[in-house]
C-alpha cells in the first residue's frame, strides 16, 4: 500500500491494455500474403507460436469454402513408422494405375538416402492423419544443381483445400535451400487440376519424345 500524509491511498491498477499493440497478421505466401486479421502484444516475440482461425472463404475468396477451417503441417520424414507406411499405401495407388507395391524396406531406403527426401501433409484436426506426400529428389549434372518434384499426391477426400499448392511451395523452398538452378517434375496429361495448379506456379511445360 501507499501513504500519502495522513491519509492510505490504493495503487491504480495497471491498464494491460495500454501497453499493447496491435499487429497485422498475414497469411502464408501460398495464399497470397492475403492480410487475416490483427492481435495484440505487449512484446513481437509474444506473437510467436500464437494461431488465428480464418475460414476458407478467407483464404480462397470461394464462398463455398466459408464453412471450412483447416490445420494441417507439413513434414520431412526422417524415420519410419507403420503410420506413414500404411498412410504410403493407401495414397500412392491414388497417383498412379501402375502401383504394384510399397514395403518397409522400400521406405526405409529413400529415408536413408542422401539424395531423396520424403514430405507428409498431416490433418492436425483429424489426429495429424497423413492426408498428402511429395518427394524431392536432388542431384547434381555438370550444368548445376538440380531438383525433381515427384510423386505429388493430395488424399480423394481432402482434395481442393489448397493441400496441393502447399506442398508444391514446400517442395520450392526445400529445392531453394539445396542451391538448385532448376526444378523439374513430371506429370500425366490426364492430370489436369494437378496440371493446371503446376502452371499457375511458373512451370513450363516442354514436349518429351
Given amino acids: 500500500m501507499l501513504y500519502h500524509g495522513d491519509y492510505m ?10 501497453s499493447k499493440e496491435w499487429y497485422n497478421v498475414y497469411a502464408p505466401s501460398m495464399f497470397g500474403k492475403q492480410h487475416i486479421g490483427e492481435t495484440p502484444a505487449d512484446d513481437p516475440k509474444k506473437l510467436i507460436g500464437r494461431t488465428i482461425d480464418v ?72 489426429q495429424n492423419k ?39 511451395l514446400q517442395a520450392i523452398g526445400y529445392a531453394k535451400k539445396n542451391d538448385t538452378t532448376k526444378i523439374e517434375l513430371t506429370s500425366h496429361h490426364s492430370r489436369i487440376e494437378a496440371n493446371n495448379l503446376y502452371r499457375s506456379l511458373g512451370f513450363k511445360q516442354i514436349e518429351t519424345n
Fill in 130 to 168: 497423413i492426408v498428402g506426400t511429395f518427394t524431392l529428389v536432388n542431384f547434381k549434372i555438370p550444368t548445376g544443381a538440380t531438383s525433381r518434384i515427384e510423386d505429388v499426391v493430395v488424399d480423394k477426400d481432402w482434395r481442393g483445400y489448397g493441400i496441393g499448392r502447399m506442398m508444391m
Fill in 55 to 126: 475460414s476458407g472463404k478467407e483464404l480462397s475468396g470461394d464462398f463455398k469454402k466459408s464453412h471450412l477451417k483447416l490445420h494441417f503441417k507439413i513434414n520431412e520424414v526422417n524415420e519410419f513408422s507403420i503410420e506413414i507406411l500404411e498412410s504410403l499405401q493407401k495414397l500412392l495407388p491414388q497417383l498412379t494405375k501402375n502401383y504394384k507395391s510399397f514395403n518397409q524396406n522400400d521406405l526405409n531406403e529413400i529415408i536413408n538416402s542422401e539424395s531423396t527426401q520424403l514430405f507428409i501433409a498431416q490433418d492436425l484436426d483429424q
Fill in 9 to 18: 491511498a490504493k495503487p491504480r491498477k495497471r491498464d494491460p491494455w495500454k
